[in-house]
């Protein structure tokens, strides 16, 4: 199912897209089997996790987004693994933000070009992250080059 959004329904979304992106574009929803999404000029923007709307990566690297998410950064030797759908495992993280709560979502990047990787959801505390030396930390929701990644209208 496709549709455009109203104003009201866009307005739900101030808080996540900044206000002047959403004054500009033309905003879809889009509900398949694989999920909810929002668009803009065929470029996810949102998707539904837990009811709730995510920002995509698009968001991002666009810099549509108005939320802020905490960050993880990882080494060199995680990226493929991460870029594969992997989820974020403890020894491959070199700062974590020990103010991160579990249950929150995350952003992932790398360390030595601070690009985006992918957005998952904190299995642990930061805290307790910081005393884990290994494990699953991060769920991992979406990276570069998944189904939303590659998702058009």
């Given at each position: 199912?496709?549709?455009?959004?109203r104003?009201?329904?866009?307005?739900?979304?101030?808080?996540?897209?900044?206000?002047?992106?959403?004054?500009k574009?033309?905003l879809e929803?889009?509900k398949?089997n694989?999920?909810?999404?929002?668009f803009s000029?065929?470029?996810?923007?949102l998707?539904k996790?837990?009811?709730?709307w995510?920002?995509t990566?698009?968001?991002?690297?666009?810099?549509?987004?108005?939320?802020?998410?905490?960050?993880?950064?990882?080494?060199?030797?995680?990226?493929?693994f991460?870029?594969?759908g992997?989820?974020?495992m403890?020894?491959?993280?070199?700062?974590?933000?020990?103010?991160?709560e579990?249950?929150?979502?995350?952003?992932i990047?790398e360390?030595?070009?601070?690009?985006?990787?992918?957005l998952g959801?904190a299995?642990f505390?930061?805290?307790?992250?910081?005393?884990?030396d290994?494990?699953?930390?991060?769920?991992?929701?979406?990276?570069?080059?998944d189904?939303?990644?590659?998702?058009?209208?």
């Amino acid at each position: 199912m496709r549709k455009l959004l109203r104003k009201k329904e866009i307005r739900k979304l101030e808080g996540l897209i900044k206000e002047e992106i959403l004054k500009k574009v033309k905003l879809e929803e889009f509900k398949d089997n694989e999920g909810d999404f929002i668009f803009s000029n065929g470029i996810p923007l949102l998707f539904k996790f837990n009811n709730s709307w995510v920002l995509t990566l698009h968001s991002f690297i666009k810099e549509f987004n108005e939320v802020q998410y905490k960050k993880i950064i990882v080494d060199a030797g995680a990226i493929k693994f991460i870029v594969n759908g992997a989820d974020i495992m403890r020894p491959g993280i070199t700062k974590i933000n020990l103010e991160i709560e579990k249950g929150e979502i995350l952003i992932i990047k790398e360390e030595t070009h601070n690009k985006s990787l992918a957005l998952g959801v904190a299995l642990f505390s930061g805290q307790e992250m910081g005393s884990m030396d290994s494990g699953k930390v991060i769920k991992s929701l979406h990276y570069v080059g998944d189904f939303i990644w590659n998702k058009k209208l």
